[in-house]
């Protein structure tokens, strides 16, 4: 079977049902093409079970500690299968709004089945014959790294990708990677009773944002019963008289369970991309600005290319991609300032970059935070010396809704001092940053000739 197509996406997580549900409103034949199940990792093992999973572990902490709002507090059993349930409940909820019939119904022809490469313009599709495409957009994203520790292979663990294949509560959790998904993950199931030992190589939790992100997670893992060794290294892996034994640069860990949270590595392999002159760079597929591979008629969007790994801006940088494909023109395919965040509690939200002229508005002033006993955090915004928004790191409940704010702002060029003139709802997690730009355009106003001259015309 041959079939020529305007387009055929490869990979069908984020970005490629993005891709390909806007190819087809552009009227061009499209095929989507997916080795395992559509949707990807966020669908099925990432971000829509792990907010389950995490939101599960909030119920469970806050009947717990429900003596703090003046309810009686409850500690029950956890059945870990019923909360997995429930977790597959959610996901099946999401599949079916993305289900190859879904799909199909509106003019996407899906192909299942591993792809590889036969030539530039052709690639073939297990168990579905060869198709032909005048373009194609590699959306195969990434999967699990696992680092280079003796044995680790050799003993059981588990990836974000089949710890939802766990039949019990693990009483005890080593978690290898204090990043985004290693604390969500390690948070949910302290939570949820495990006690977990979090491992992170570096001398802060979220390496990738400023310390103080970090630290102040570290100190509410603390709270609430874990173990968090910071600048600790995995020497080796080995299997116990009980369980599992890690022996690490700060001593020796027993284990019951053993979850690998330690990166992602792009997926090509398979492709065959060496027989369509698709050059990678490492293990991610090159790309320029505009999303364009070595091959100008093939692009990639999305974790593949090794950028930042955010299912928001696969799915933006697919849409690019199309773009640039179907339509006359190009447009840039890469953005700097990318919002992201991490769903612990506090969550942990960042845009653009943390350089400039800092302001910080302290929690403790956000009443919100005071009505609901959820101060731990902190509010930063940097500035440039124009009063435009270099970047934000925000650690509060809420965070994720609030850091869209100031990415649209950026988005924009809206000045800071402009969001002292939106008016925010009362006693909402958004006033905060209302209430810190109004601080910083008073004292604009106030300070200086103008303010001399402001402070005459008052009195008279």
């Given at each position: 079977?041959?079939?020529?197509?305007?387009?055929?996406?490869?990979g069908?997580?984020?970005?490629?049902?993005?891709?390909?549900g806007?190819?087809?409103?552009?009227?061009?034949?499209?095929?989507?093409?997916?080795?395992?199940?559509?949707?990807?990792d966020?669908?099925?093992?990432?971000?829509?079970?792990?907010?389950?999973?995490?939101?599960?572990?909030?119920?469970?902490?806050?009947?717990?500690?429900?003596?703090?709002?003046?309810?009686?507090?409850?500690?029950?059993?956890?059945?870990?299968?019923?909360?997995?349930?429930?977790?597959?409940?959610?996901?099946?909820?999401?599949?079916?709004?993305?289900?190859?019939?879904?799909?199909?119904?509106?003019?996407?022809?899906?192909r299942?089945?591993?792809?590889?490469?036969?030539?530039?313009?052709?690639?073939?599709?297990?168990?579905?014959?060869?198709?032909?495409?005048?373009?194609?957009?590699?959306?195969?994203?990434?999967?699990?790294?696992?680092?280079?520790?003796?044995?680790?292979?050799?003993?059981?663990?588990?990836?974000?990708?089949?710890v939802?294949?766990?039949?019990?509560?693990?009483?005890?959790?080593?978690?290898?990677?204090?990043?985004?998904?290693?604390?969500?993950?390690?948070?949910?199931?302290?939570?949820?009773?495990?006690?977990?030992?979090?491992?992170?190589?570096?001398?802060h939790?979220?390496?990738?944002?400023?310390?103080?992100?970090?630290?102040?997670?570290?100190?509410?893992?603390?709270?609430?019963?874990?173990?968090?060794?910071?600048?600790?290294?995995?020497?080796?892996?080995?299997?116990?008289?009980?369980?599992?034994?890690?022996?690490?640069?700060?001593?020796?860990?027993?284990?019951?369970?053993?979850l690998?949270?330690?990166?992602?590595?792009?997926?090509?392999?398979?492709?065959?991309?060496?027989?369509a002159?698709?050059?990678l760079?490492?293990?991610?597929?090159?790309?320029?600005?505009?999303?364009?591979?070595?091959?100008?008629?093939?692009?990639?969007?999305?974790?593949?290319?090794?950028?930042?790994?955010?299912?928001?801006?696969?799915?933006?940088?697919?849409?690019q991609?199309?773009?640039?494909?179907?339509?006359p023109?190009?447009?840039?395919?890469?953005?700097?300032?990318?919002?992201?965040?991490?769903?612990?509690?506090?969550?942990?939200?960042?845009?653009g970059?943390?350089?400039g002229?800092?302001?910080?508005?302290?929690?403790?002033?956000?009443?919100?935070?005071?009505?609901?006993?959820?101060?731990?955090?902190?509010?930063?915004?940097?500035?440039?010396?124009?009063?435009?928004?270099?970047?934000a790191?925000?650690?509060?409940?809420?965070?994720?809704?609030?850091?869209?704010?100031?990415?649209?702002?950026?988005?924009?060029?809206?000045?800071?001092?402009?969001?002292?003139?939106?008016?925010?709802?009362?006693?909402?997690?958004?006033?905060?940053?209302?209430?810190?730009?109004?601080?910083?355009?008073?004292?604009?106003?106030?300070?200086?000739?103008?303010?001399?001259?402001?402070?005459?015309?008052?009195?008279?």
């Open positions: 079977m041959s079939d020529e197509y305007d387009l055929a996406v490869i069908a997580g984020s970005a490629g049902l993005s891709a390909a806007f190819a087809v409103r552009l009227g061009a034949r499209t095929a989507l093409v997916e080795a395992e199940r559509i949707g990807g966020c669908t099925w093992t990432g971000c829509v079970p792990s907010k389950a999973l995490l939101h599960a572990g909030r119920i469970a902490h806050e009947m717990r500690t429900a003596g703090l709002y003046g309810l009686p507090s409850c500690e029950r059993g956890i059945d870990l299968r019923a909360i997995l349930i429930a977790a597959g409940e959610a996901v099946a909820r999401v599949y079916e709004l993305e289900s190859p019939e879904r799909l199909r119904a509106a003019g996407v022809e899906v299942l089945g591993a792809a590889r490469f036969i030539d530039p313009h052709t690639v073939e599709v297990e168990g579905e014959g060869r198709l032909r495409a005048k373009h194609f957009l590699l959306c195969t994203g990434a999967r699990p790294s696992l680092p280079a520790v003796p044995g680790l292979e050799a003993v059981p663990h588990v990836t974000y990708r089949d939802w294949d766990l039949t019990e509560l693990p009483r005890r959790l080593a978690v290898l990677g204090g990043g985004p998904t290693g604390c969500e993950l390690g948070q949910a199931f302290q939570r949820l009773g495990s006690q977990v030992t979090l491992l992170e190589a570096a001398a939790l979220l390496p990738s944002t400023e310390p103080a992100a970090g630290e102040l997670l570290r100190a509410v893992f603390g709270s609430e019963g874990m173990d968090v060794r910071l600048a600790t290294s995995v020497q080796s892996a080995a299997v116990g008289q009980v369980g599992l034994r890690l022996s690490t640069t700060t001593g020796e860990i027993e284990t019951d369970t053993l690998v949270a330690a990166g992602r590595t792009p997926v090509t392999d398979g492709l065959d991309l060496h027989r002159g698709v050059e760079t490492g293990a991610a597929v090159k790309v320029d600005g505009k999303l364009q591979t070595s091959q100008p008629h093939i692009y990639a969007a999305g974790d593949v290319t090794g950028s930042f790994q955010f299912t928001h801006y696969a799915g933006w940088q697919a849409v991609a199309v773009r640039n494909i179907l339509l023109g190009g447009v840039q395919g890469t953005r700097a300032a990318v919002p992201w965040a991490v769903f612990t509690d506090p969550e942990v939200a960042q845009v970059e943390l350089r002229s800092c302001r910080e508005w302290p929690v403790a002033r956000v009443d919100r935070a005071q009505a609901t006993r959820r101060r731990s955090g902190l509010i930063r915004v940097y500035l440039d010396g124009r009063g435009r928004i270099n970047g790191l925000i650690c509060l409940e809420a965070a994720a809704e609030l850091i869209n704010e100031l990415s649209l702002a950026m988005q924009t060029g809206t000045r800071w001092a402009e969001v002292a003139n939106a008016i925010h709802t009362y006693p909402s997690y958004g006033m905060a940053l209302q209430q810190l730009a109004a601080q910083d355009a008073v004292a604009a106003v106030t300070s200086g000739f103008r303010g001399r001259l402001l402070n005459r015309l008052a009195k008279r």
